[in-house]
């Protein structure tokens, strides 16, 4: 059987990114973000889309919703080694309880049906 191929370090990908977190936590870990996303302009990536869990919702549900995309695995692997990144972990420690990242890619919307005479 032969070996799966890994991914290109010099391919783009897009992430997105879920974040649980409790209500007590919901304001430490928007901060967190707020500034650790600042950093992604430094390594060529991009914030495409950031959501939050309106503030009335179980805390079960995701607190943030991120897309990101990144030039490369390369500047992905750059941005999770920054050292201001790193700083701003310790500082604000983990303020997510469960958080999830998924590699995806875009799913071409199917054709629409034609009215049949």
Do not use: W
């Not at 469960?98 to 919307?109: N, R």
């Amino acid at each position: 059987m032969g070996t799966l191929n890994s991914p290109s370090l010099d391919q783009p990908l897009t992430l997105a990114f879920v974040g649980y977190a409790t209500a007590a936590m919901a304001d430490r870990a928007s901060a967190y973000e707020d500034e650790v996303l600042r950093l992604l302009d430094r390594h060529g990536a991009q914030l495409l889309y950031r959501g939050r869990r309106i503030s009335d919702q179980d805390e079960s549900l995701p607190l943030e919703i991120q897309l990101l995309s990144f030039p490369t695995r390369k500047a992905l692997e750059a941005y999770l080694a920054d050292d201001q990144r790193q700083r701003l972990l310790a500082e604000y420690g983990e303020v997510f309880t469960l958080k999830c990242s998924v590699e995806i890619e875009t799913i071409e919307p199917p054709t629409p049906l034609l009215p049949q005479a």
